[in-house]
């Protein structure tokens, strides 16, 4: 049984870092992608980076290059997110997932976490 569990959000203030973690577990990932999508309320799920499991290729949305870093930890079956300066816009749930297909669309994505609580104020 795959599973997928996220932690690491909060509140936090504009400007400041958050670092999520997913760990995988219940079978291989080598030839997965993993992926981040947030969710705010009253919008649809968006892509926000992706990397995949073996060669760690990654993969960033535009408004979050350059502040968001998508790592992961083969040794820990983990994966990071690590957000800076954060914006208020950046508030949403965020949500691990794995597919095997290196896409955007949610919905190309087989396994899902929880999601995770980030809040950032002004």
């Known amino acids: 049984q795959v599973q997928l569990v996220e932690s690491g959000g909060g509140l936090v203030q504009a400007g400041g870092s958050l670092r999520l973690s997913c760990v995988a577990s219940?079978?291989?990932?080598?030839?997965?992608?993993m992926g981040w999508f947030r969710q705010a309320p009253g919008k649809e799920r968006e892509f926000v980076a992706s990397?995949?499991?073996?060669?760690?290729?990654?993969r960033y949305a535009d408004s979050v290059k350059g502040r968001f870093t998508i790592s992961r930890d083969n040794a820990k079956n983990t994966v990071y997110l690590q957000m800076n300066s954060l914006k208020p816009e950046d508030t949403a749930v965020y949500y691990c997932?794995?597919?095997?297909?290196?896409?955007?669309?949610?919905?190309?994505?087989?396994?899902w976490g929880q999601g995770t609580q980030v809040t950032v104020s002004s």
């Open positions: 997932a794995a597919g095997t297909i290196a896409a955007t669309n949610p919905n190309l994505f087989a396994f």
């Open positions: 219940g079978r291989t990932f080598n030839n997965y992608v």
């Open positions: 990397i995949w499991w073996s060669g760690g290729t990654t």
